[in-house]
């Protein structure tokens, strides 16, 4: 006779859901609403760890950042109500950025539905827009299949939040229900005949360009990719704020498209005769605002390649659209056999870019050309750095040079504070390297209470704060609009080293050029998480932008 199954709560059903999915990594805020799924956590031990973070906010952007960095599904794990309100600005990352997030919410009884209860919302219409997928799971019995759907939901064509809110009587309610083996991953792959039409068109190309983009890569398909690059000698650049898809020491860089690229690569773009996009989404922001490209028939040949058969011919219609994996697209084309090498134009276009790296002394009490020069000499190639948004990331997202395979995460969305929690998902993902924020002042304290996070967990970012005391990006926006006409940009800032010794972490405070080289290696070297409090004065609003220019 077969034995019942065990009698379990929906909350420990849900955490062996997650486990069995390859979970071992949560971050949220508790709430009263999944104190049955918290309580099954704990008896996970080191098997499942659950990171309490300082604000919803920061737990999802932590989420969505591990998703960037690992390629897997970040779990975010929240309360309902103002809970899941805060979650959302990490869930519009998620989604702009096609990374695979999924977003757990405690609900109010299934019992109290529909009473605009305490702190009620309706998840399908409040996050419908946001997330791939939403839904409510009223049985216990059907956890296993809700959580398997929301893997594969995330993570299949074009990669992106769901969320399941989980009412708190469910969670707490019993039930006997099996458990579900894992989702199995179910990637397209190229058609032979498309990869050889590639190889035909890059024949006859003068001025290729190879476009790497999108999330969920493996470490084979980026190897891939390079392989790809180098057989043919391609100039390869990434999407916006896709740092981490190729090192950019290596010969064939010639840097980021789209905002913060300019004037090159997208210069080069602009006159390439064959663009493959690999992964890439062609959006308004690598186009740089469609520029780049006529829409919505560009005048290069363009193969397009990616996982969401919606994005291809979205904005730009492509000469060869192909509905594959990233991945697999780029093992198929590191095998295409070599008919010619680009080697003169890629040439030239790498002295273009390496030309364009080199940042002049800028004005101010701290040059921070000089700071980048530091940190590309010393931090090693294993390093993350993660940006935020405003123009205090233009210095990383242009001036550093990313070396580590999704060794970045910056918000595709342009959402302030990400940088913070980002810093700290990296400390988790790869304890033994190096994870560097930079990012300035304002986007600093959107999240910068997540240091007594770092703290807690004993882990080791250091966060760069670049101080001139505003909104820089909209204060530039406001001088060259409204010319003389300063208003709600300046901000007062606390002292950021003895914020930082309040926490229990490291501070620093750089108010000249020479004292930065000295303070890395003292925060590098702190066993702690560190703050570099850059004082780069007012007049500063990021690489070759002064407020001085609009006078």
């Known amino acids: 006779m077969k034995q019942a199954a065990m009698e379990r709560t929906g909350g420990q059903v849900l955490v062996e859901a997650l486990k069995i999915n390859g979970v071992e990594v949560i971050f949220g805020v508790p709430g009263e609403s999944y104190l049955a799924a918290l309580d099954a956590i704990r008896d996970q031990g080191n098997a499942l760890r659950y990171f309490t973070m300082r604000h919803e906010g920061g737990a999802s952007f932590a989420a969505t950042a591990y998703a960037m960095l690992t390629g897997k599904p970040g779990i975010c794990m929240v309360t309902r109500g103002p809970g899941a ?90 039930t006997q229900t099996p458990d579900l083996p894992a989702v199995k991953a179910t990637p397209a792959s190229p058609a032979p005949a498309d990869i050889a039409q590639v190889g035909a068109m890059l024949a006859t190309a003068e001025r290729p360009l190879l476009l790497l983009g999108g999330t969920c890569w493996t470490a084979e398909g980026a190897a891939a990719a390079r392989r790809f690059a180098e057989s043919h000698d391609l100039p390869v650049a990434v999407g916006f704020r896709r740092q981490g898809l190729f090192a950019h020491d290596h010969d064939n860089f010639i840097g980021t498209l789209g905002s913060g690229g300019q004037p090159f690569p997208n210069a080069y773009a602009q006159e390439a005769d064959l663009v493959i996009a690999l992964g890439a989404r062609l959006n308004e922001s690598t186009t740089l605002r469609f520029s780049l490209f006529t829409p919505p028939m560009p005048a290069c040949r363009l193969v397009h390649i990616h996982p969401g058969a919606e994005e291809l011919g979205r904005f730009f219609q492509p000469e060869l659209p192909i509905l594959a994996d990233p991945n697999l697209a780029a093992l198929a084309l590191a095998e295409l056999p070599v008919t010619r090498r680009h080697s003169p134009i890629r040439a030239e276009a790498r002295a273009r870019y390496r030309a364009r790296m080199a940042l002049p002394p800028q004005p101010g009490p701290v040059d921070m050309a000089e700071v980048m020069r530091v940190l590309n000499a010393r931090l090693p190639p294993e390093a993350t750095v993660t940006t935020g948004a405003g123009n205090a990331s233009d210095w990383p997202n242009i001036y550093y040079c990313y070396r580590q395979f999704l060794g970045a995460a910056a918000p595709i969305n342009g959402a302030m504070g990400m940088g913070v929690p980002a810093a700290i998902a990296a400390s988790i993902v790869r304890p033994s390297a190096p994870a560097v924020s930079i990012g300035g002042d304002g986007d600093f304290l959107m999240t910068g209470q997540e240091l007594a996070t770092a703290v807690k967990y004993g882990l080791t970012p250091i966060f760069i704060i670049v101080d001139n005391g505003m909104y820089g990006t909209i204060r530039g926006n406001q001088e060259n609009r409204y010319p003389g006409r300063v208003s709600a940009t300046t901000l007062t800032n606390p002292d950021f080293t003895a914020l930082a010794l309040s926490y229990g972490a490291h501070g620093e405070r750089v108010s000249q050029t020479a004292d930065f080289a000295p303070a890395l290696e003292r925060a590098l070297g702190a066993g702690m998480a560190a703050v570099i409090h850059i004082l780069v004065g007012p007049d500063n609003l990021g690489p070759n932008h002064q407020v001085s220019q609009y006078g």
């Open 85 to 174: 309100t805060n979650a959302t600005i990490g869930v519009h990352t998620a989604h702009q950025a096609s990374a695979p997030m999924i977003l757990l919410i405690g609900q109010t009884k299934t019992t109290s539905r529909d009473r605009e209860v305490f702190q009620e919302i309706d998840y399908r219409r409040f996050l419908g827009h946001i997330v791939k997928w939403v839904a409510e799971v009223e049985d216990a019995a059907r956890l296993p299949e809700y959580i398997n759907r929301a893997f594969k939901v995330a993570t299949s064509g074009r990669p992106g939040p769901v969320a399941l809110a989980l009412p708190e009587d469910m969670l707490f309610s019993l």
